[in-house]
Each structure stands twice: as structure tokens, then as C-alpha cells.
């Protein structure tokens, strides 16, 4: 007689059944880690409808170009979204929302959808004008006898400086605070024993909270952060209060360095990448990056000469002729992605808001995704 072989207890049962789903949830989990950490696959590209030409800049998720006679916004994917007539031998500025353009002594004023807000004649010749949050500044006149005027979104009148500019020359100017409701200058003056910077601030529509001697080094750069204004020039960077008043254990040496891109975080510190001068100066023969940051001041070697780098999503990237380049923060060395082009890549114009740079190639124009490197959870975000 063929002896039956004793039934598993119920017990026993549900103890391998609960250790089995343990096993394929553990399993999962795995796969997904693994996933969830695999290097981006490569980088993908899109030409867009116009030549290389200084004319170009990024607009938010959009770029804008100027053919010499319209200004055109077009998308990443190479759409125009919107013209703009501004006539001959135009200039224009822009944050990622709004566009301050100039013909001759007229300004014009542009929303994202190409709308004009305001335009009209400011009765003298305009040098250049810039765009920020609420307001937009405008330097006309005489180099050497400038007036600034700062307008609102709408052209509404809301300030006006001409005697602290009197035998200066108007540099730049740029809104900072929160809600961009203060504003630096620089101006030259070339009339004393020895060149020299001054920078002013002021609140819009109320007063000059402050003017700085920045001495003889040439001032190229201001940065808003944390309520700091870095002020780089040549030698070294300084850092100042929205008054003007020095912090001067905050100062940084930068000198042979030169300021390439700037990322500013809505919260934390800002990034500043520098490349050396000397690799900057002609044909970007690029082959060493610095990061400054808070505390940090990080170096890093490139694997390869690139003709441009940047900073984005807390991640740096280089471009050289045949491959973009990634490194995060802390990472000791680059990720390489070959670029997807027939063409060699010529020069890094600038980064979008939504992960993506636009390049130059000889005449031709691309936008090419910036892998992050991890598809969740990367360090960046």
C-alpha cells in the first residue's frame, strides 16, 4: 500500500507564501533602483529656422532671435511662436518673461506672446536698455552725458537719474531684490588720473541707497544672491549689501579666472562657473573649470577642450566639438554623450529654463537636451 505524504500545514503555507511576495517585492525594488539610476541613454537635438548670429538669445523655454528687421520667438522643437517688427539695427534685452527692445530712441516692450505693452519715444538716442521683473531701464543720450530712465511693465514713468552719470560713461545697469524693486549701475570714469568703476544702487522711485568706488580692475559682472550683490570684476569678487556696504571677509580671488554662467536657486547659493582667462580670451579653448558656490570652490579638469560650458539644475556641463559633457557637483569625473550632429559644435550660446541648451554649429543652430544623468531622483532636483 503506497504511503501518502503528509499535507503542508496551513501555518507553513501562509509563512512560504508570505516570504515568497518578500522576495518578489525585494526583487522589484532592485530592478527599479537599477533603472531609476542608469545614466541618461544620449542627447537628442533640433535645429531651429535661423543662421548663428550674436542676435540670439534665450527666452524661458524659448529663444529669440533678431534677423536684422523682426524679432522672432521660436520653441525649442523650432516653431515660431511669434514675430515682432523693430526695424533696422535694433537692439533688445530680456528676462525669461519679458523683452526690453530699442530702434533708434524708441522702446518697445514685449510680453512672453509677443505683445506690446508699451512703446514709444523717448526723445533721445537710447544706448542700451535692460529688462527685469517690474521694470525695465533705459540709458539715452550722450556717452558721455547719459540719463537713465526706468519705466514700468506698462510705461508708466517711475524714475529718472542724469546728474550722478554727468562725465561718466554708462556701463550696465540690472534689478535685483525680490521682486526686483532695486537697481545697480556701473559707470566709467575716464576723466580722472586713473580709470575707475562706480557703482550705484538705488531703490526704484524712491532714492540712491548707495555709490561704491570699485577702483581701476574692470567690473564685468553683478550677481543678485541672498541679498548680496557679487560684484566681480578682473581681480577678484566683492560682495555688497543692497546699500553698498562691503562684507569684505565675503571677497574671493578670482583673478585669471572669468565668469561663464550663473545659476541662482530660488532658495540656497548661487553657482558661478569660471573658466580660465586664457582659455577664454579668442577661441574658447576650454580645458579647466572653478566652481564657486557658498563655501565651495571647487576646480575640475576636462576631459576634452570644449568650446563653452554652463550651469544648470545644480549640474555643470561643457561642449566640445563632438560631445556634451556632465558632472554633478560632487562628481569626480565627466559623463561624456556623444552629440547627434553632422556638424562639429562651434560655441554654447546659452541654457533654457526646461533643460536644454542652444548651440552654434558653424552656421546652424541646435537645441540639445542636458541629460541629467539619473531618469528620478537625481541630485539636481
Same mark, same amino acid.
Given at each position: 500500500?503506497?504511503?501518502?505524504?503528509?499535507?503542508?500545514?496551513?501555518?507553513?503555507?501562509?509563512?512560504?507564501?508570505?516570504?515568497?511576495?518578500?522576495?518578489?517585492?525585494?526583487?522589484?525594488? !532592485?530592478? +527599479?533602483?537599477? /533603472?531609476?539610476?542608469?545614466?541618461?541613454? $544620449?542627447?537628442?537635438?533640433?535645429? =531651429?529656422?535661423?543662421?548663428?548670429?550674436?542676435?540670439?538669445?534665450?527666452?524661458?523655454?524659448?529663444?529669440?532671435?533678431?534677423?536684422?528687421?523682426?524679432?522672432?520667438?521660436?520653441?525649442?522643437?523650432?516653431?515660431?511662436?511669434?514675430?515682432?517688427?523693430?526695424?533696422?539695427?535694433?537692439?533688445?534685452?530680456?528676462?525669461?518673461?519679458?523683452?526690453?527692445?530699442?530702434?533708434?530712441?524708441?522702446?518697445?516692450?514685449?510680453?512672453?506672446?509677443?505683445?506690446?505693452?508699451?512703446?514709444?519715444?523717448?526723445?533721445?538716442?537710447?544706448?542700451?536698455?535692460?529688462?527685469?521683473?517690474?521694470?525695465?531701464?533705459?540709458?539715452?543720450?550722450?556717452?558721455?552725458?547719459?540719463?537713465?530712465?526706468?519705466?514700468?511693465?506698462?510705461?508708466?514713468?517711475?524714475?529718472?537719474?542724469?546728474?550722478?552719470?554727468?562725465? !561718466?560713461? +554708462?556701463?550696465? /545697469?540690472?534689478?535685483?531684490?525680490?521682486? $526686483?524693486?532695486?537697481?545697480?549701475? =556701473?559707470?566709467?570714469?575716464?576723466?580722472?588720473?586713473?580709470?575707475?568703476?562706480?557703482?550705484?544702487?538705488?531703490?526704484?522711485?524712491?532714492?540712491?541707497?548707495?555709490?561704491?568706488?570699485?577702483?581701476?580692475?574692470?567690473?564685468?559682472?553683478?550677481?543678485?544672491?541672498?541679498?548680496?550683490?557679487?560684484?566681480?570684476?578682473?581681480?577678484?569678487?566683492?560682495?555688497?549689501?543692497?546699500?553698498?556696504?562691503?562684507?569684505?571677509?565675503?571677497?574671493?580671488?578670482?583673478?585669471?579666472?572669468?565668469?561663464?554662467?550663473?545659476?541662482?536657486?530660488?532658495?540656497?547659493?548661487?553657482?558661478?562657473?569660471?573658466?580660465?582667462?586664457?582659455?577664454?580670451?579668442?577661441?574658447?579653448?576650454?580645458?579647466?573649470?572653478?566652481?564657486?558656490?557658498?563655501?565651495?570652490?571647487?576646480?575640475?579638469?576636462?576631459?576634452?577642450?570644449?568650446?563653452?560650458?554652463?550651469?544648470?539644475?545644480?549640474?555643470?556641463?561643457?561642449?566640445?566639438?563632438?560631445? =556634451?559633457?556632465?558632472?554633478?557637483?560632487?562628481?569626480?569625473?565627466?559623463?561624456?554623450?556623444?552629440?547627434?550632429?553632422?556638424?562639429?559644435?562651434?560655441?554654447?550660446?546659452?541654457?533654457?529654463?526646461?533643460?536644454?541648451?542652444?548651440?552654434?554649429?558653424?552656421?546652424?543652430?541646435?537645441?540639445?537636451?542636458?541629460?541629467?544623468?539619473?531618469?528620478?531622483?537625481?541630485?539636481?532636483?
Amino acid at each position: 500500500m503506497q504511503r501518502m505524504k503528509p499535507k503542508m500545514s496551513q501555518k507553513r503555507a501562509i509563512t512560504l507564501l508570505v516570504v515568497g511576495v518578500v522576495v518578489i517585492v525585494l526583487l522589484i525594488w !532592485l530592478l +527599479l533602483s537599477a /533603472l531609476n539610476t542608469k545614466p541618461a541613454t $544620449g542627447v537628442s537635438a533640433t535645429q =531651429l529656422p535661423c543662421p548663428y548670429s550674436d542676435n540670439i538669445r534665450p527666452f524661458g523655454k524659448n529663444v529669440l532671435y533678431y534677423d536684422g528687421l523682426n524679432l522672432h520667438c521660436m520653441s525649442s522643437s523650432g516653431s515660431v511662436r511669434w514675430s515682432y517688427q523693430l526695424g533696422p539695427n535694433a537692439g533688445f534685452d530680456c528676462t525669461d518673461e519679458v523683452v526690453a527692445a530699442w530702434e533708434g530712441s524708441t522702446i518697445f516692450i514685449l510680453d512672453q506672446n509677443g505683445n506690446s505693452s508699451y512703446n514709444d519715444n523717448l526723445g533721445e538716442e537710447i544706448q542700451f536698455a535692460r529688462a527685469g521683473k517690474q521694470y525695465v531701464g533705459a540709458v539715452i543720450g550722450d556717452s558721455t552725458t547719459p540719463r537713465l530712465v526706468v519705466k514700468d511693465h506698462h510705461g508708466s514713468h517711475m524714475d529718472e537719474e542724469a546728474d550722478a552719470y554727468n562725465n !561718466l560713461i +554708462l556701463l550696465d /545697469l540690472g534689478f535685483y531684490g525680490p521682486n $526686483g524693486q532695486y537697481m545697480w549701475t =556701473l559707470a566709467l570714469d575716464v576723466f580722472g588720473t586713473a580709470a575707475n568703476t562706480i557703482m550705484n544702487t538705488f531703490e526704484v522711485g524712491k532714492m540712491n541707497t548707495g555709490e561704491v568706488s570699485l577702483g581701476e580692475p574692470i567690473t564685468y559682472a553683478v550677481v543678485y544672491e541672498n541679498n548680496k550683490l557679487r560684484v566681480i570684476n578682473t581681480r577678484k569678487m566683492r560682495t555688497f549689501d543692497y546699500r553698498g556696504t562691503e562684507d569684505i571677509s565675503a571677497s574671493a580671488l578670482v583673478y585669471g579666472w572669468r565668469l561663464l554662467e550663473t545659476e541662482v536657486p530660488e532658495r540656497g547659493d548661487a553657482l558661478m562657473l569660471f573658466a580660465p582667462t586664457t582659455q577664454t580670451e579668442n577661441i574658447f579653448d576650454i580645458r579647466e573649470l572653478r566652481l564657486l558656490s557658498g563655501s565651495r570652490d571647487r576646480r575640475y579638469s576636462l576631459p576634452d577642450s570644449c568650446v563653452g560650458a554652463t550651469v544648470w539644475n545644480k549640474t555643470i556641463y561643457a561642449l566640445s566639438g563632438t560631445q =556634451l559633457l556632465r558632472a554633478g557637483m560632487n562628481d569626480n569625473r565627466f559623463t561624456t554623450y556623444d552629440l547627434p550632429l553632422s556638424s562639429q559644435a562651434s560655441v554654447l550660446i546659452g541654457t533654457l529654463t526646461d533643460g536644454k541648451a542652444v548651440i552654434g554649429c558653424g552656421d546652424e543652430v541646435y537645441v540639445i537636451t542636458l541629460p541629467q544623468g539619473y531618469n528620478v531622483g537625481n541630485e539636481g532636483r
